[in-house]
Structures are given as structure tokens and as C-alpha cells.
């Protein structure tokens, strides 16, 4: 179990959902544990790090679209950076998804209720709107 999900946090910049770790057969205690014994450490909104990976700007970027749900996608002037349309950091980070619920975050939401799954692409291993 491990291995898998290191493997798709590798994928994913060393971030990882709690849901993914379920869905590799984690149970909610054995995440806790591994949060407490310092293997994990958490984000926000069931949104883990691997302790030990490179803190970077994809890193980042990961954190935050996965922290808004499943189908949430970098965008905007985040998006423009995944696809090297600009040369340096955009600054804020922007997200968008269908539907969010009003939380003040270190980054920009926006909302779309035209975003379809057609509209997001993997890059980097961010979803990002194409």
C-alpha cells in the first residue's frame, strides 16, 4: 500500500488526497498514524504532503487544486505557467472548479459551471484547463 501511494505522490509533486490513500486501502486510523508519527503532514482539506519531499511552486500548485476537490483544475495565469506561456511565477495561485464553498484560502477559486472534463488536461501532473 506504501508503494502505491508513493508512487502517485510522486506523480502528484509528493501530495496525495486522503481519498486516494483509501482508495489504496489506507483506513483513517492508518493515515492518522502515519500524520502523527510524522511520515505525512497535512495541508488542508484532506490534502496530505510525503514529510521529506521538495518544497516547490508545483508542489504548491498540486496542494491547492487538490484541496478543492476532484474536479477542480490550476488555472487562469497558473494554468499559463503549467503550459510555459509565461516566463516566471504568476504569483497567486488560481484554481477553478464547478462549485466551491466560500472559504477564505491563499489562493484564488473561481468558479465555472462551463468547466468539462474535456476542458482539463494533466500537466506536470497538475490538472490544469487546457
Given at each position: 500500500?506504501?508503494?502505491?501511494?508513493?508512487?502517485?505522490?510522486?506523480?502528484?509533486?509528493?501530495?496525495?488526497t486522503a481519498a486516494q490513500a483509501t482508495a489504496n486501502g489506507f483506513s483513517d486510523e492508518?493515515?492518522?498514524?502515519?500524520?502523527?508519527?510524522?511520515?505525512?503532514?497535512?495541508?488542508?482539506?484532506?490534502?496530505?504532503?510525503?514529510?521529506?519531499?521538495?518544497?516547490?511552486?508545483?508542489?504548491?500548485?498540486?496542494?491547492?487544486?487538490?484541496?478543492?476537490?476532484?474536479?477542480?483544475?490550476?488555472?487562469?495565469?497558473?494554468?499559463?505557467?503549467?503550459?510555459?506561456?509565461?516566463?516566471?511565477?504568476?504569483?497567486?495561485?488560481?484554481?477553478?472548479?464547478?462549485?466551491?464553498?466560500?472559504?477564505?484560502?491563499?489562493?484564488?477559486?473561481?468558479?465555472?459551471?462551463?468547466?468539462?472534463?474535456?476542458?482539463?488536461?494533466?500537466?506536470?501532473?497538475?490538472?490544469?484547463?487546457?
Open positions: 500500500m506504501d508503494g502505491l501511494l508513493a508512487d502517485r505522490a510522486a506523480e502528484q509533486h509528493g501530495v496525495f492508518q493515515i492518522r498514524r502515519r500524520v502523527e508519527s510524522g511520515r505525512y503532514v497535512k495541508y488542508e482539506q484532506g490534502v496530505l504532503i510525503v514529510a521529506g519531499s521538495p518544497r516547490t511552486r508545483l508542489q504548491d500548485i498540486a496542494c491547492a487544486v487538490l484541496s478543492v476537490g476532484s474536479r477542480a483544475a490550476a488555472s487562469h495565469r497558473t494554468a499559463a505557467e503549467l503550459w510555459d506561456m509565461s516566463s516566471r511565477p504568476t504569483g497567486k495561485i488560481e484554481v477553478v472548479t464547478r462549485r466551491w464553498r466560500r472559504e477564505h484560502r491563499h489562493f484564488v477559486v473561481h468558479e465555472s459551471m462551463d468547466l468539462q472534463p474535456s476542458d482539463v488536461e494533466t500537466v506536470r501532473g497538475i490538472p490544469t484547463t487546457s
